[in-house]
């Protein structure tokens, strides 16, 4: 299970005119503001911003300028393999260790979305464990009860971080996770796929050809 909300896009405008920079073609910006404040990429700019993204990341650096910021609500699990991209991301997550005791644990906290009947009485088994924990500490504020559910939270526990990447970024991302066997990339690669232009910006130009 992974959600991704309130989804921004910023910095287009300043991205497309700083690809301009080289040739000092500032003259020929077509893009616009429409009525609601969003920002379309007229003719001429769409076509240099694909031209410079299909040649490659020394050609596309105004892609890195394209910034994007998404709450992400996924297993442990998942974000330990989002993790990894170190490079041009940005995330502050909600604190397991100052808050793991502030609601009561139930399913809803929890990726299970894909596990057998017997794989989920296992769960609730655990979770009717770490509930009793959780009481046992705020009634007790004795560490040990903490230190339990700490150590034993599984890695299908769900974190919410609110995440700023950018478009150059999310074209490795993309690329590498789309076959992921994780369903939570498939489900983060599915929300990259409405981002603005990301059909002729991030996604292969093969898999552009398959959608048109």
């Known amino acids: 299970m992974l959600k991704v909300e309130r989804i921004y896009v910023m910095n287009f405008e300043n991205a497309i005119r700083g690809a301009r920079n080289p040739m000092n073609s ?9 009525e609601d404040g969003n920002y379309h990429l007229g003719e ?3 076509s240099l911003a694909v031209r410079l993204a299909r040649a490659g990341s020394d050609h596309r650096k105004y892609l890195r300028q394209v910034m994007v910021s998404m709450d992400i609500t996924a297993p442990l699990y998942w974000w ?7 490079v041009g991301t940005v995330a502050n997550s909600c604190s397991t260790m100052h808050k793991i005791h502030a609601k009561a644990f139930s399913r809803e906290d929890f ?3 894909r596990l057998t009947p017997d794989a989920l009485a296992a769960l609730d088994t655990l979770i009717a464990y770490l509930e ?3 009481q046992a500490y705020v009634e007790t504020k004795d560490l040990s009860h903490w230190h339990n559910m700490i150590q034993l939270l599984p890695s299908s526990y769900l974190q ?3 995440v700023t990447l950018n478009y150059e970024v999310l074209i490795h991302m993309y690329a ?9 990339w498939h489900d983060f690669c599915d929300a990259v796929r409405t981002l603005p232009y990301a059909k002729e910006l991030i996604l ?3 898999e552009e050809e398959e959608q048109a």
């Open 80 to 86: 330990k393999e989002f993790d990894t991209y170190k």
């Open 26 to 34: 500032w003259g020929r910006m077509d893009s616009y503001y429409d």
């Open 132 to 134: 009793g924990e959780r």
């Open 204 to 206: 292969p130009p093969e």
């Open 111 to 113: 990726a299970c979305d």
């Open 44 to 46: 001429n700019d769409l």
């Open 176 to 184: 590498a996770r789309k076959n992921h066997k994780l369903q939570e």
């Open 160 to 162: 919410m971080r609110t």
